[in-house]
């Protein structure tokens, strides 16, 4: 038996007026492969949406705090030194030197948490193996993946019709 049907297309636009007729029709649709995103598609499919900016916000956050606290402990506490004339004794009075590193600090960690969170989120990891169904789903091709046993009631035969209206290149099983 098998676990999940695929449906590959070559367009877009048809996969997503496929995936459109496949709810219609009661089936739950698993997954979309896609070598880029498609605008409409999580609309369509009912995906919610991502909490990722609020762990973008506490990587800044984060980021923003420690810079101050670094700069604050190194430039003022540790070695104050007397650059430009700038006095040394407070935070307060050399935060406007300090926006820049602040900013950079901030970006820097905010990207690379982001991508952590983003390798580990979608499990991309170094040496996982690819979840991909067909080697063309990074490429030029779409994917559509239903799995039979999630949609009881159901059959594969009924899914594979279902799934040869919508016009793909090709349907396969794994």
């Known amino acids: 038996m098998t676990k999940a049907i695929y449906?590959?297309?070559?367009?877009?636009?048809?996969?997503v007026d496929g995936a459109k007729a496949i709810l219609a029709k009661n089936v739950r649709i698993k997954d979309v492969y896609s070598p880029?995103?498609?605008?409409?598609?999580?609309?369509?499919?009912?995906?919610?949406?991502?909490?990722?900016?609020?762990?973008?916000?506490?990587?800044?956050?984060t980021a923003l705090c420690l810079a101050l606290f670094g700069m604050s402990f190194f430039m003022i506490q540790d070695w104050?030194?007397?650059?430009?004339?700038?006095?040394?004794?407070?935070?307060y009075q050399n935060l406007?030197?300090?926006?820049?590193?602040?900013?950079?600090?901030?970006?820097l960690c905010a990207a690379h948490g982001m991508a952590i969170t983003y390798l580990i989120r979608?499990?991309?990891?170094p040496g996982v193996k690819a979840r991909n169904p067909h080697p063309r789903t990074t490429d030029?091709?779409?994917a559509i993946e239903i799995n039979w046993?999630?949609?009881?009631?159901?059959?594969?035969?009924?899914?594979?019709?279902?799934?040869?209206?919508?016009?793909?290149?090709?349907?396969?099983?794994?």
């Open 7 to 15: 449906a590959l297309y070559d367009d877009d636009e048809v996969m």
């Open 36 to 61: 880029f995103p498609i605008h409409g598609l999580e609309n369509v499919l009912g995906i919610k949406w991502t909490r990722l900016a609020i762990n973008a916000f506490l990587y800044g956050l």
């Open 80 to 91: 104050p030194m007397n650059i430009g004339g700038k006095p040394n004794f407070d935070l």
């Open 96 to 107: 406007p030197a300090f926006i820049p590193i602040t900013f950079e600090f901030t970006v």
């Open 122 to 125: 979608n499990w991309t990891l």
């Open 140 to 142: 030029d091709h779409f």
């Open 149 to 174: 046993e999630e949609n009881s009631g159901v059959s594969s035969d009924d899914i594979k019709s279902i799934l040869q209206d919508t016009k793909p290149v090709e349907i396969f099983e794994k």
